[in-house]
């Protein structure tokens, strides 16, 4: 085990920067980690040109990602450039035809590819790493698949998205509205190039069905994440949550239910003095329960260059200290599929919305509710607002059904003036 | 790699009987993500005849672990007997001696011998593994070890002793005092036969100096730990300090610092709101920060049955996937030897003590701390007793020498009552 382990490395932005870095700053301590020198031979990314704060004078270039992935003198693709197909893919695909083991921080390229990949891997002997894909710098995916290697997962949660975290977090700290926030995040470069991904809770569900895929031994689902985003929380929403003791996350949950596989990506309330509850800022946090371990919490740095590079150097180093795992932790080959149990075990929810000022609205809308088998834990109207008047309900517990039953047939009345906003509460 | 993984246990008290349950129950899942079959060839404990709620029928039963430890049936040597030295030791020799890999939940083991045992290991081509020492169902020493293995760890801090942290939280909440909550704590089994290993501190300082040794490329160094248990802390600081904003939590630290090695066990006072601060019961907390990864925090259970089972199991997983890592990550003989700085940083102390009610005995007390270099940051004299005024004093940041030396000073006057109470203030 002391020949070098050779790295080719594509993509050299904010991650591929940070892990090149990390290669040159710590190659004394990798060596004496791993057992072996950790080299790069050779790189790969759009604009050769580009100052990226870090000496690559001695890496070879490579203007085509594919033909560095397929490199003799590498050992270990690095592919850091992002996107579920284009170059990304076909260099995955590339370089475990050609051998090589693949380390990626690239969550949509999993979540949508990961079994075809998984497979490809499996038939040429190879293996896909991807710390960094999920929660940046926490070490999320090795607790799921090693550290808890003997327990029947039983329900992940996460906060995975951390400019969502950031906003929900802002709105409330600062008084500010979501599309105040957006803006600010634009300016500050927390969104992705297509803003949908963040705010729209795709960058999040990717993560939630690779982690599924693993603590559940199912085929990676993407499709069958339920998804909603945060764009249509309010600052409204966010102080009445608070005035009752919850916050706002988005909040990813899966679980197997007698249904089939719960994958849910969606902004929930969770109680605000509960971790999830208490998370600020871009930080993230998974919470993952086996039969075993009851529940383990991981909190810690969702991006960034330094986190993420830190994932990605776990991977480079269990690779060079010869540790080979399936991708989702059982061969892909075994991994099941499972139908999407869409509507998930039954919860209570937030439910707000604006009645007509009239004399029997209430009592409509409570009657509905009744009809739907829903009963209400917490009723609350508040002020009046052009012949409008807003009001709060929590329900007890109740199905998703039961409440689209509900919603549906406040759309018939005539008492109910805006669409009402429905949360789920979520006990973690 | 098809060869079935053979065990062989010895010690079926708490873990060992939850490891035989996890074997027996989830030999499939086990079987499907370890590509082997994982059996028992063999156990040992103390009384044969015990009942220990899992049928042992199968396994061939041997009264000496030692020789359980050597039997030619076994890969793997699963240590759940416990303490320091005795058969754990013998038997861990013996098995390592005899090219069999251990698996251990011996925290006092691994503290105290955990260097010479490093050294055999290699020696012999063979590795020990010991999750389940550090924060039961916590995967922190692969988190550690591994996860975080591009970073150079710059502190490590944890709430690693469950009964301490049940005793504190409940002195506050229930407003107990520390011996009612002592004997509480002897009646639920929650103490060690030796409770000082609890209480005082030494069972959490095994597993802190375990994780130093990781984080910092260092010989295990327990006697360099410096040690202080909860004894001492009263009702009466459990309420000053929540007054203040903060809790007390038994909260081990370790750093590299310019005079070597820090590590400290002992009461300190930290934000009621952080995460650590916010630890109830049980459950235990290590927060890991890097160069590269800021910081990650962990949290889950950190003792009982299942949890702790779950990380033994965690490291046969490993073992049967062929992951082979040196006992504290880098190789025995290159770990380093580091003074141990005693003082540690400087830091807030909180101080605690009763005056004589006579005059000027506040103005001695201020005089002293002055001469020492020493600010004072919040001060309050609250009520008195039997010609005693308690008083309260919050410092800004001091060395421990300099406090010690105003301690000593207090010594020489007339106008303190009662032994002070220091406790440092910890950021966190
Ligand atoms: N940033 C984070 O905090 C974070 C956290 C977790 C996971 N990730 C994941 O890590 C990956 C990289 O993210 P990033 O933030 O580092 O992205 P980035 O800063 O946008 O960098 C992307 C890099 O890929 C290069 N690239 C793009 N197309 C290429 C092509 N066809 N051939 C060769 N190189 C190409 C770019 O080259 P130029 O520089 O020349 O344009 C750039 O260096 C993504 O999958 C992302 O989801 C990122
Ligand atoms: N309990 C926890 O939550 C926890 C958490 C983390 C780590 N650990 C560690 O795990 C280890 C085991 O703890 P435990 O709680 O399971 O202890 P335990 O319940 O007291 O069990 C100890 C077992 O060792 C057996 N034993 C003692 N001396 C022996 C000898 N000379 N030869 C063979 N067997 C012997 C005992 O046999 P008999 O049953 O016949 O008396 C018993 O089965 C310790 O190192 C402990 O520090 C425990």
């Known amino acids: 085990m002391t020949e070098p382990l050779r790295l080719g490395i594509a993509g050299l932005g904010t991650v591929g920067a940070g892990v090149v870095k990390i290669v040159r700053k710590q190659a004394k301590l990798l060596e004496a980690r791993t057992g072996r020198r950790i080299e790069i031979s050779a790189v790969s990314a759009r604009d050769r040109q ?7 004078a001695n890496y070879d270039w490579e203007d085509d990602a594919v033909v560095l992935a397929k490199r003799d003198d590498i050992d270990i693709f690095v592919e850091l450039m992002g996107g579920s197909d284009g170059p990304a893919k076909a260099a995955t695909e590339a370089a475990l035809a050609a051998g090589k083991d693949v380390v990626t921080a690239n969550k949509a390229l999993l979540a949508i590819h990961g079994q075809a990949l998984a497979e490809a891997a499996e038939a040429a002997g190879r293996v896909i790493r991807f710390e960094a894909a999920v929660a940046g710098g926490i070490p999320v995916i090795k607790a799921l698949t090693e550290g808890l290697a003997g327990n029947e997962i039983t329900r992940v949660m996460g906060v995975m998205n951390g400019t969502c975290n950031y906003i929900l977090t802002r709105m409330e700290s600062e008084g500010l509205g979501y599309n105040a926030l957006f803006d600010e995040c634009a300016r500050l470069g927390f969104l992705e190039a297509d803003p949908q991904l963040d705010v729209g809770g795709i960058d999040a569900a990717h993560k939630l069905a690779i982690l599924s895929a693993i603590a559940f ?25 608070a005035d009752m003791g919850y916050r706002i996350k988005l909040l990813g949950v899966a679980a197997r239910s007698p249904r089939g596989l719960v994958q849910r990506m969606q902004p929930c309330l969770v109680p605000a003095g509960s971790p999830i509850g208490q998370l600020e800022g871009g930080t993230n946090m998974v919470v993952i329960e086996g039969d075993a371990v009851d529940q383990i919490v991981l909190r810690g740095p969702g991006a960034g260059e330094g986190p993420t590079a830190s994932a990605v150097m776990g991977d480079i180093c269990d690779l060079a200290r010869g540790l080979r795992i399936p991708t989702f932790g059982i061969p892909a080959t075994q991994l099941e599929t499972m139908p999407a149990a869409l509507t998930g075990m039954p919860a209570p929810y937030y439910l707000r919305m604006a009645l007509m000022d009239k004399p029997g609205a209430l009592a409509k809308v409570a009657a509905i509710l009744g009809d739907a088998g829903i009963s209400i834990d917490r009723m609350r109207q508040y002020g009046h607002t052009n012949n409008t008047a807003p009001i ?21 009345t005539d008492v109910v003036a805006s669409e ?8 973690v």
Chains 1, 2 share one sequence.
């Not at 580009?50 to 690559?56: A, F, H, I, S, T």
């Not at 689902?221 to 998804?227: H, K, P, Q, R, S």
């Open 217 to 241: 031994g199912t085929q990676p689902d993407f499709d069958g994440v339920e998804i909603e985003g945060i764009e249509r929380i309010s600052l409204e929403d966010i102080r009445q949550a």
């Open 392 to 412: 709060l309900i929590v329900t007890h517990k109740t199905t998703r059904a039961a409440l689209d039953m509900a919603l549906s047939a406040f759309e018939k």
């Open 50 to 56: 580009k100052d990226r704060g870090v000496n690559l």
């Open 420 to 427: 009402p906003v429905t949360l789920r509460i979520e006990e």
